[in-house]
């Protein structure tokens, strides 16, 4: 279903990344003295084949899902938090509401596999209208710890729906995109996905996710080892690994951003849930590499093993571990900043300073 827009993801191109690295070496600095802030800049304008992009239009997508997994005690909250979180996000009472505003970006929360439907009754008109889009997939996925978490035929709907968010936002003028989730139990499937697809040991990829305790941890360590197990998910099916030890907002974020790389539009990837979606995008289509921004590093341990995967560097460190899209948000102004020196910082010639002799 998806293979059209697999084959629509190129590497970018390096003549644009030359064409950025010889303006920033003529601003007024020293070469390379801004460090990643020029490498963002770089990067925007080999992203998006244009010398002088921008970002005048930004949004956080939050995929909200259940999971069955949630069952076996491997969370510190119960799975009715997605569904509460979800009014409070469209309320705007969350962490990622209060933070996308800072960064000036839209936030849209995406049902894609919410175990109870999503009424409108609770939710703040003002706040929560257009920014609420029903793309039910499953009503929460299985115990993976006995069986599949989906069909194949699901995990692949839960991909296209991701593409088609991002195909129908870069038609509205949409100029970057940023991944967030919420879902009780999500770190679960995450590390299951990491343990897979980077061949560590589940041990070395489990943390403690929204703070549970030494002895659930070990519970949750011995159930991932089981729902692998069970499964047998292989690695060199992305597809195979998502339908059986995945989510529903995982799939949708790994199709946003191969659906971003298509439409050749940058992507900041959050946390460690953010990121097994990511993971499982550069499994299918590595080039989506190119079109990644990752956020942050997460406090999750696992999340380290997942960015080395795809060779991506964090943009920050706050020990962060809220998910949302919270770190996206944050991410988004530093990218944005480094866009600003490249756009509006003088040259030496513009500003009659002498560069570098010799």
Wanted: glycine residues 12%.
């Amino acid at each position: 279903m998806f293979q059209e827009t697999i084959k629509r993801i190129r590497p970018v191109a390096p003549e644009f990344t030359e064409k950025a690295r010889e303006r920033l070496d003529n601003l007024t600095k020293p070469q390379g003295s801004l460090g990643r802030l020029e490498e963002f800049a770089e990067r925007l304008v080999a992203i998006t084949e244009d010398t002088l992009p921008v970002l005048d239009k930004k949004i956080i997508f939050t995929f909200a899902g259940d999971h069955g997994v949630a069952e076996e005690g491997v969370s510190a909250y119960p799975s009715e938090v997605t569904r509460q979180m979800v009014f409070n996000f469209l309320n705007g009472g969350a962490g990622i509401n209060i933070l996308a505003c800072h960064a000036g970006a839209k936030v849209v929360v995406v049902d894609i596999g919410v175990k109870s439907e999503i009424a409108g009754a609770f939710i703040n008109e003002q706040v929560g209208k257009g920014n609420f889009l029903s793309k039910k997939i499953i009503f929460g996925t299985k115990n993976m710890r006995h069986g599949p978490a989906m069909s194949k035929n699901e995990a692949v709907k839960c991909i296209q729906a991701g593409i088609d968010l991002a195909y129908e936002y870069a038609g509205q003028g949409y100029k970057i995109f940023a991944t967030g989730e919420m879902g009780i139990g999500n770190t679960t499937p995450s590390s299951a996905i990491a343990a897979v697809l980077t061949g560590r040991p589940v041990s070395e990829v489990t943390g403690k996710g929204t703070g549970i305790e030494d002895e659930t941890l070990k519970i949750k360590i011995g159930v991932i080892a089981d729902s692998i197990r069970v499964n047998k998910p292989d690695p060199s099916d992305p597809i195979d690994v998502l339908s059986k030890i995945g989510g529903a907002e995982i799939g949708g974020i790994a199709g946003l951003i191969m659906g971003a790389a298509a439409r050749r539009l940058p992507v900041v990837v959050d946390g460690f849930i953010s990121t097994a979606g990511a993971l499982i995008a550069y499994c299918l289509a590595p080039d989506t590499k190119d079109y990644m921004f990752s956020a942050h590093n997460s406090a999750e341990r696992g999340h380290k093993a997942m960015l080395e995967k795809i060779g991506l560097q964090p943009i920050l460190d706050l020990h962060l571990r809220l998910g949302e899209g919270t770190g996206a948000a944050l991410a988004m102004l530093m990218i944005e900043a480094g866009l600003k020196i490249y756009r509006e910082m003088a040259t030496f010639e513009e500003a009659a300073v002498s560069g570098k002799s010799g």
